[in-house]
């Protein structure tokens, strides 16, 4: 798979958020953003996403053109921000009710994704209790468990422990391996220089290196 | 949808609960033992007199709010990860209106049961009474409880939780005062008959369709800036 990102420039209430970025990925890679907070990471990765609109500029997915010939990028699988959760179902309801939209994944698997996790999926226990790092676990499952073929990532190890930083490191290497597209955001250097083959750093909106 | 329902039995239950409560003191509040009259006062669609008549319709539609506005805000809250498995958000918003369109019907059918089986236990007689005309007043009941849904979503879309419900309160409150003099223009099922009801109908409708290509429209622009 092959994303390309042309001259994209996303202005919003007259500010310029992204200014003509162009950037071009590709499967089997892991890629890196850096920048800091209200640098624009984010809105490139909902741009590349396909859940913005560019005021110029194109995203080109396999030579299909986002907006106009597909509405989203295929089999793709996304943490941006945080996913909300129906608070009086429990885990694995929730995920159980996400995977039923396409119903490609099996419940075994959802199963087996959370115990990855250190999740029970068999605990009654509903998500209004569950903790911020529980929530985000369910998050990076969500986008994971239907085995997509692109992976967009914003600060997926935030609020996570060390064994399922080491858990999420692991499968994403896996999934490099298995020639996925990955794309990820992180606060943490180290993330992104253990884990990224491209790093770009972000500043006011345009790429800087 | 097992899943989606799961919280809705408990709602319905309660929401079971207070519609006979309300029916009770509509009997009561009205001197009549006709259930046809108490159906219609249920959803304002007789001249609400007194201030405890009125507020039963406002209870009514906090009611219908209460059991919309979880599955709402989730759709919401989580456009981005629904559109990308959906492959649209018209996808999204048509799946929306599937469950909202399903929870109103059976709102109103539980406000039907329960207007039954009161009148069943006050020994009303059902002698006379045109079962055709219940089933008249619960649809265009179901009407109502439509266009309500759809501002509602329309305002969760433009405003926060906490607005669109004082906005739906204000807008029943008005109605209350003012559904009687509106005539045909009500959404509320008043006793109409022939070329009025006619009218009227094709008024809710109307409005239904408008709302709801308004509501999509702002649902769809939402996060597409």
């Known amino acids: ?209 | 949808m097992k899943i989606v329902t799961k919280n809705i039995k408990v709602k319905m239950i309660l929401a079971l609960i207070v519609l006979t409560i309300m029916i009770i003191s509509l009997y009561k509040l009205n001197h009549q033992h006709n259930v046809l009259t108490v159906l219609r006062g249920l959803y304002g669609g007789v001249q609400l007199r007194t201030i405890s008549e009125k507020m039963g319709l406002v209870l009514f539609i906090v009611l219908l709010q209460s059991l919309n506005v979880d599955f709402i805000l989730y759709c919401l809250n989580n456009t981005d990860y629904l559109s990308i498995r959906f492959d649209s958000k018209e996808s999204v918003v048509r799946y929306l209106y599937k469950k909202i369109l399903y929870l109103n019907f059976m709102f109103v059918c539980l406000s039907g049961i329960s207007a039954l089986f009161v009148s069943y236990l006050s020994n009303s007689s059902f002698v006379g009474i045109d079962f055709i005309e219940i089933i008249e007043i619960i649809l265009r009941g179901f009407l109502t409880c439509l266009i309500i849904s759809n501002l509602q979503i329309y305002f969760l879309i433009i405003t926060t939780e906490a607005n669109t419900f004082f906005l739906l309160i204000i807008l029943t409150i008005v109605l209350s005062f003012s559904s009687h003099n509106i005539y045909i223009f009500s959404i509320l099922p008043k006793p109409l008959r022939g070329i009025d009801l006619f009218l009227n109908l094709l008024v809710c409708i109307a409005l239904l369709v408008l709302f709801s290509i308004y509501t999509k429209t702002a649902f769809i622009k939402k996060e597409l800036y």
Do not use: W
């Open chain 1, 1 to 209: 798979m092959n994303i390309e990102v042309r001259n994209f420039t996303k202005i919003i209430r007259k500010g310029t958020v992204l200014e003509d970025i162009n950037l071009d990925f590709e499967s089997g890679y892991i890629y890196g953003l850096t920048g800091q907070n209200g640098s624009g990471k984010t809105m490139l990765l909902r741009a590349i996403a396909g859940l913005i609109r560019p005021t110029s500029g194109e995203v080109i997915v396999d030579g299909l053109m986002l907006h106009k010939d597909i509405s989203f990028p295929p089999n793709m699988g996304i943490l941006i921000e945080k996913p909300t959760f129906m608070n009086y179902l429990t885990g694995y309801e929730n995920l159980k009710f996400l995977a039923e939209i396409r119903n490609i994944v099996s419940y075994e698997k959802i199963e087996k994704y959370m115990q990855m996790f250190g999740l029970d999926p068999h605990s009654k226990k509903p998500v209004k209790k569950y903790s911020l790092g529980m929530k985000q676990k369910l998050g990076i499952i969500q986008a994971i468990m239907e085995d997509q073929q692109i992976l967009i990532l914003d600060e997926a190890f935030n609020a996570l422990d060390e064994s399922s930083v080491s858990t999420l490191r692991k499968l994403l290497q896996q999934y490099k391996n298995e020639g996925k597209l990955i794309i990820l955001t992180s606060h943490n250097k180290e993330d992104i220089e253990v884990m990224c083959d491209y790093n770009y750093h972000i500043s006011n909106g345009k790429i800087l290196s």
